[in-house]
């Protein structure tokens, strides 16, 4: 899967990333490039999640993202 990192996480976003990548994940900055969106708050409003929500990309909250790497 390819994912999208938006808001402050609980560790720098660089970190965060680098983690996803030895998990077989790839990153990018570009919503409409993800297959999942890595956020604070699923259903906040920010233009990130709206593009996100108009297109049907999964969403996940930062808890929910480090459990998936452990």
């Not at 570009?30 to 604070?40: G, H, I, K, Q, S």
Request: with cysteine; hydrophobic share 35%.
């Amino acid at each position: 899967g390819v994912l999208c990192f938006t808001g402050s996480g609980p560790q720098p976003r660089k970190d965060l990333q680098a983690l996803a990548m030895t998990k077989g994940y790839q990153c990018t900055e570009n919503v409409n490039a993800c297959t999942a969106l890595v956020c604070e708050d699923p259903n906040g409003s920010s233009s990130k999640l709206k593009r996100a929500k108009a297109k049907g990309i999964q969403l996940m909250g930062y808890n929910e993202f480090l459990s998936l790497m452990k």
